[in-house]
DNA sequence: TTGTGCTTGTGTTCACATTCACAAAGTCTT
DNA sequence: AAGACTTTGTGAATGTGAACACAAGCACAA
């Protein structure tokens, strides 16, 4: 039993693809997968998987594999995505009201509460069942029940929301913008700037 | 020297960040930057910056650093982002749309010359200057001048878009569904499921 | 109950990536 | 021209994560 080691952070960057493929398995109806099942799903060698799975405790049974509800409560529960976490977001334009409508976020638990902006023309107005409020007021966030928010404005003016976020309490924050965000070392930062994950793409070409 | 040794992946995944930053500072009209300066806009520590370029040659200049414009000039070369890189999209939906109207692709090289879609009410508009076109004519790109796709479309019908952009000759995926594709060996898929990239964050809090 | 066939869990080995420390090479001042 | 100072480039050391091989455990059949 190795639940007390060190859990590697490459390791915790997998447990959402596990996650995600193991919903996709339950909507199969699948009741069992295997390591090498998994395998099929997630581009990861069967021995990578059980040793990754194997650092929070023994979820399997030998000779028949993983038991996939089980295994998803799990998953949910040490990535702490069985409680609700209420998200907010910075920035109702194209992408962030594409965000703010997608669905696939409840599934992990993630519950958009708040959406603000700055433009007098969006703020008062819905998306969804929220109503767009004002930048300004992003202080107002309780700081306890808000963890995590998205960021989705033009890079000129994240660093600003992004303290302004801190300041609330937020301890969380993905970043869709190009800027580089500094921030205080108990805070993460997740940057996911599309135009950069295509950049090294063409290397291996 | 050591421009013959194997480069890490995990470099060549930090090339873009590099990028990234030298344009911020080249709009800031900066002309040198010390590994120590490039260091407050990457979160990476000077030696591990001088050591990654220095996988491919000497481009710094000591006592005084790298010069901004040349570096860029240098970098776009090494990913192959000097050549303009074809890209189509497919799936002009809420995502689509946004990043099909998002003009940072172009910084990075990226030209997106088509799109395609399914809905018979989407097929003829115009997002900008390009004509959504519909998805049963995606054969016809031209094997050679496209390379690169991004997929938009909800999950379910990724995998037959991908077999698709695969037989039309395209090389390298960006995959933004929640779907996991099977693809040949060489063909790259980078998968960003913004759901996902959220997941690990609540983990750290 | 015993034997066969799977599959997990993990100690060990191996490969890769990061950090460090310093020589080499330039700049700048006097 | 010399010496002090700065910064790069990189071999070597350290650290971290991936892969492997196999013992341990369970299922199922005879
Ligand atoms: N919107 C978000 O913020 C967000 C976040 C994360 C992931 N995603 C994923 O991105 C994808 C698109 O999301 P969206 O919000 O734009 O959805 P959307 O429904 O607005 O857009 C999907 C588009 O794909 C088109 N389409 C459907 N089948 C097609 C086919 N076979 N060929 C070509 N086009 C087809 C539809 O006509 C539609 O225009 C989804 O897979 C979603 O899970 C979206
Ligand atoms: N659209 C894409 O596909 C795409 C792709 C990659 C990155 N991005 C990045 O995502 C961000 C948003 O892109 P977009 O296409 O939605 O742009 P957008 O212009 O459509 O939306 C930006 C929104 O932010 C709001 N805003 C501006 N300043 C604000 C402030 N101080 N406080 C709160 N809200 C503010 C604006 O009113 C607007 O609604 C940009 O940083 C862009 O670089 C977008």
Redesign the interface.
């Known amino acids: 039993m190795m639940r007390y080691h060190k859990v590697p952070e490459e390791t915790?960057?997998r447990?959402?693809?596990y996650?995600?493929?193991l919903l996709?398995l339950r909507q199969q109806s699948t009741k069992y997968i295997t390591s090498r099942g998994l395998s099929?799903?997630?581009?990861l060698n069967p021995p990578q998987i059980r040793k990754d799975l194997s650092y929070f405790g023994a979820f399997g049974l030998r000779g028949t594999g993983y038991e996939v509800e089980p295994l998803i409560k799990q998953i949910r529960r040490?990535?702490?995505?069985d409680v609700e976490?209420k998200?907010v977001l910075v920035g109702a334009?194209?992408?962030g009201?594409?965000?703010a409508?997608?669905p696939?976020?409840q599934?992990?638990?993630?519950n958009i509460t708040d959406i603000y902006d700055n433009a007098g023309k969006r703020i008062g107005k819905k998306i969804g069942k929220i109503q767009i409020k004002d930048v300004a007021k992003l202080n107002k966030i309780k700081a306890n029940s808000v963890?995590?928010a998205?960021i989705a404005t033009p890079p000129e003016t994240a660093q600003q929301i992004a303290d302004a976020l801190v300041k609330a309490g937020v301890?969380?924050i993905?970043n869709?913008t190009?800027a580089?965000l500094?921030v205080p070392k108990k805070v993460?930062v997740?940057t996911?700037?599309?135009?950069?994950?295509?950049?090294?793409?063409?290397?291996?070409?």
Request: charged letters at 20%; aromatic letters at 16%; proline letters at 3%.
């Open positions: 915790i960057k447990m959402p693809q996650l995600r493929a996709f099929e799903y997630v581009l040490i990535l702490k995505l976490q998200t334009g194209r992408l009201s594409a965000i409508r997608f696939g976020f599934r992990y638990g993630f963890k995590i998205i301890t969380s993905l869709l190009s580089y500094a993460r997740r996911v700037d599309l135009a950069m994950e295509l950049g090294m793409l063409p290397y291996y070409t």
